[in-house]
């Protein structure tokens, strides 16, 4: 016979914690309390398989009506108690409880059984009519409310009129008298409202209560919830019909909840709040103020020290911080629910490490239980969750966190603003390279354009500055320096403050809790670091990020951009006149002058990386973005013009000749990586120069280097096997210059389609390869990522795309290339070692789905390094348990 209903009580219980699919993760805990001894009222759970077949039938079959008969039969026979008894009623709660918590289902119904005949009895039983009809009248409004769908304020709103009439404050100053006339009253509403009367026959309450818990399944706010939440419309819920205990029968009674550990902090300390002559949700309704739970040490001392004791053996039972209701009947102990305690992300990082001190769980499983986000949160300023926020518009999350300051609209503005100490957000329609100051100088950026690996994304990640993209709702009038969205108009120099982490943009100051890096979280992640296989390195161009990535974790740079380093202040004016050279000696005049400067970047990288590999790439974009834009040159030639300066005319003119001849139509797919070098190999020829003068001097002071110079966007091996025995040869002479010799290796970046799938031709020529997957997803979908902020979250929510492919890697194309690309390549490289260097690399599925394809290391920016190992070791445990 197939099994419907599972009873829990002292002596007989069928279900256990593991069954939550089956009975949801009330009922299957309820089952465990009861198998641990723990006082738990008797009762029954019906199952989630009954819900879905209801739900398809509309109607119940023989065996699960009888198997509730006899459930019901059961009850009775252990309470001694009979429902609908006139003289002593048995009364039952009916509480739903899908698998995974969910609010929007149906709410408890209390004290069901209650009729006008057995309320007289129950009184008369317990001789205390007040809390007879307290009951009735509780039970009525819940049914009214949850059962026949009216408002609760209807029959709130009756009680409020009580009150006011008998001029009293509280629910507990309520006589049996008028608590009687309010159960009449809502009675009347219920006829009023549904045309029927409050039935009187126990029986069908109970129907009607589990079929519309069942029904709840479907109803607007659990759909939307489940949509959400990603939860399966199939589950179904169970239903558990349980004895009543009652926390109502006057100051030796009482109600609440409990944590085992205070789930914000997590500090191992109980944690709860009660409230004495009270039932059900009196505590969280906030009807009365509850008490902290320590009080309830002197009020009821036996059932607390019951309470503490239980809390203690569910938590070490369950190896995890609890989350309990309880229920003290006439000093006598009862709990009602135990699950896992929803905690913060500082508590969750302490919990675990606790835990692990205190031998209740090992390293590992320390590991799986901080999630990604927890870490991210705990690196960035955040909102406090407390405040009210005025919000006037959404974008991407760009790159997580908080910030705060007064709006500026240009880099220059920022910077000066920050001179004097003032906190700013740079509203920019999209930033460009010569943004960088202004966005170190800034608390936040906000752009109008752009997605996930915009410039602005991008670099704000690397940074660890709060970031909001894409949030195109924002009209910028420069002429009057304001902005306008959603009806709201923002002046320069106003608060606003945005939050990287949801794309929130707010009005005015919020309050921020600032980031740390605690014990906690240390101890976690050395944690991860030893359980892990996956390398972690990190995406830096300039020392400072480099220190600070290596204090973070990181085993070495994976990524060592160097276009950034050409748009220092002094830097600029000698690359565009390396730019603007007409033949190669003026341009190899101009390199001339920046090799020192790029020398000087390599020694403070290499030396703070000290020990550590450190992956070069050589320069990738194409030279126009070295160039002031079209626009503002148009506008100064303007200037000049009417100032009449024929001199400066003709120096702008040049220039605009210089901006259009190199003006390309498809940037990305321009002019760039290795075709660059290529074209012009003294450029490449200049920072190999740079990279091993540099390391060559450390070398001979004694640091150790092991420089990794990588050649981007090869598409076909022999732009690679060029570029490579240049490399080679120079970097071989300057160490024969310098009288000093190390290993040092040449690979490439694998970002083209071409380059993956021809990766065993490609292989012999290389050292090392290096996913560049923004590029490979670019070039895999034909997606330019500069314009995809236009119709990837339109691709997002008509369920094209699931994620934004630039945010979160797609496996099924762009990782099957690079599938292609490690197969072939290391079937003629056995060992070539191979990672992953695109924005992917901080991103913790994307971390996983590297692990499982065989890379060696992820890189990604420092703030993400963190990130990266707790994933690492996750990744590894997942295979482990496979
Ligand atoms: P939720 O899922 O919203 O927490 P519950 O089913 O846990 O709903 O019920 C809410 C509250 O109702 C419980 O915390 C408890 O105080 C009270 N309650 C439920 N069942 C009983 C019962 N059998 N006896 C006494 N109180 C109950
Ligand atoms: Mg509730
Ligand atoms: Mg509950």
Redesign the pocket.
């Known amino acids: 016979m197939f099994k419907f209903v599972y009873f829990f009580g002292k002596d007989v219980t069928d279900g256990k914690s593991s069954m939550k699919d089956l009975l949801g993760g009330?009922g299957a805990n309820l089952a465990e309390m009861a198998n641990l001894g723990v006082p738990v009222?008797p009762g029954f759970t019906i199952t989630a398989e009954v819900c879905v077949l209801y739900l398809k039938n509309n109607e119940y079959s023989k065996e699960m009506v009888q198997q509730v008969e006899e459930a019901v039969d059961k009850l009775e026979t252990i309470n001694g108690k009979k429902l609908g008894d006139p003289e002593d009623p048995l009364l039952v709660?009916v509480?739903s409880g899908a698998r995974v918590s969910m609010p929007g289902m149906m709410?408890?119904v209390?004290n069901l059984g209650l009729t006008d005949k057995s309320v007289v009895g129950l009184a008369k039983k317990v001789n205390d009519e007040r809390f007879a009809y307290d009951c009735y009248r509780r039970f009525i409004a819940m049914f009214g409310d949850v059962v026949l769908g009216i408002e609760f304020r209807k029959f709130d709103s009756l009680i409020g009129d009580k009150k006011k009439e008998l001029g009293v404050k509280s629910d507990t100053d309520l006589d049996a008298e008028a608590l009687k006339q309010l159960a009449e009253r809502f009675k009347e509403v219920i006829k009023l409202e549904k045309g029927f009367d409050f039935p009187q026959d126990p029986k069908v309450q109970l129907q009607m209560a589990i079929d519309a818990v069942f029904d709840s399944w479907n109803n607007p706010r659990a759909i939307t919830y489940r949509k959400i939440n990603g939860i399966d419309d199939k589950w179904g819920t169970a239903v558990n019909v349980?004895?009543?205990?009652y926390?109502n029968m006057g100051n030796t009674s009482g109600?609440g909840v409990a944590f085992t550990r205070n789930p914000s902090t997590g500090e191992k300390k109980f944690f709860g709040e009660y409230l004495l002559n009270a039932?059900?949700?009196d505590v969280v309704a906030g009807i009365r103020t509850p008490k902290y739970i320590n009080t309830l040490k002197d009020e009821i001392p036996e059932a607390y020290g019951q309470l503490v004791d239980i809390c203690q053996r569910l938590e070490a039972h369950f190896t995890d911080m609890q989350d309990i209701?309880f229920?003290i009947q006439e000093g006598k102990l009862y709990m009602?629910?135990t699950r896992t305690g929803k905690r913060t992300a500082a508590a969750a990082v302490k919990v675990a490490k606790d835990m692990v001190e205190e031998g209740l769980i090992d390293k590992e499983t320390a590991v799986t239980r901080v999630q990604a986000e927890h870490i991210d949160l705990l690196l960035h300023p955040r909102i406090d969750p407390e405040a009210k926020l005025e919000l006037i518009a959404n974008g991407l999350p760009a790159s997580p966190g908080a910030a705060v300051g007064k709006i500026v609209f240009t880099a220059e503005a920022a910077e000066e603003m920050a001179e004097k100490g003032e906190k700013t957000i740079l509203v920019r329609t999209e930033t460009s390279p010569e943004d960088i100051g202004g966005m170190a100088a800034a608390q936040g950026v906000l752009t109008v354009r752009g997605g996930m690996t915009s410039h602005a994304a991008v670099v704000g990640r690397g940074m660890g500055k709060p970031c909001v993209v894409g949030c195109g709702e924002i009209v910028i009038d420069t002429k009057n320096a304001l902005f306008k969205v959603n009806g709201y108009t923002i002046n320069e120099h106003d608060y606003i403050s945005i939050d990287g982490s949801s794309g929130n943009v707010i009005l005015g100051e919020v309050e921020l809790i600032e980031a740390e890096i605690n014990n906690d979280l240390k101890h976690i992640l050395l944690w991860a670091d030893e359980i892990r296989t996956l390398g972690v390195r990190t995406n830096a161009d300039n020392p400072t990020d480099a220190s600070l990535a290596r204090e973070l974790g990181a085993e070495g740079i994976g990524l060592c951009r160097t276009e950034h380093m050409f748009f220092g202040e002094d830097r600029i004016p000698v690359v565009r006149e390396m730019i603007m050279a007409e033949e190669e000696k003026s341009r190899k005049k101009a390199l001339k002058k920046l090799l020192p400067m790029q020398k000087e970047d390599f020694l403070g990288i290499f030396r703070s990386m000290e020990g550590l590999p450190v992956t070069v790439r050589l320069l990738d974009p194409p030279l126009h973005e070295f160039l002031p834009n079209k626009e503002e040159l148009d506008e100064k030639l303007r200037e000049y013009e009417t100032a009449g300066n024929i001199e400066k005319i003709a120096a702008v003119n040049k220039i605009i000749e210089r901006v259009v001849s190199l003006t390309e139509l498809n940037p990305m797919l321009g002019h760039r990586g290795c075709r660059l070098g290529i074209t012009y190999p003294e450029i490449y020829d200049m920072q190999v120069r740079a990279i091993m003068e540099a390391a060559c001097e450390l070398a001979v002071e004694g640091v150790q280097v092991s420089p990794e110079i990588m050649i981007p966007l090869v598409g076909h091996v022999k732009e690679l096997a060029l570029t490579r025995q240049k490399v080679c040869e120079l970097a071989d002479a300057v160490m024969a210059e310098k009288g000093t010799k190390f290993d040092y290796k040449v690979g490439t970046m694998i970002e083209l389609p071409r380059a993956a799938i021809t990766a065993d031709k490609i292989a012999p020529e290389a050292d090392f390869f290096s996913f560049g997957t923004n590029d490979l997803t670019q070039t895999t979908f034909g997606f330019s990522r500069d314009d995809v902020a236009k119709f990837v979250p339109i691709y997002q929510k008509a369920g094209i795309l699931e994620n934004d492919p630039f945010a979160v890697l797609d496996q099924e194309g762009v990782g099957e290339i690079m599938k292609i690309g490690i197969e072939k390549g290391r079937s003629v490289k056995p060992d070539l070692k191979m990672g992953i260097c695109g924005e992917h690399g901080g991103e913790p599925k994307s971390i996983l789905f590297a692990h499982s394809i065989g890379l060696n290391y992820v890189s990604c920016s420092p703030y993400r390094v963190p990130i990266a190992r707790l994933v690492a070791a996750q990744s590894t445990l997942a295979s482990r348990n496979k």
Do not use: A, W
């Open positions: 009330k009222p709660s509480r709410d408890t209390l349980q004895t009543m205990v926390g109600t039932q059900g949700e209701e229920t009602l629910q």
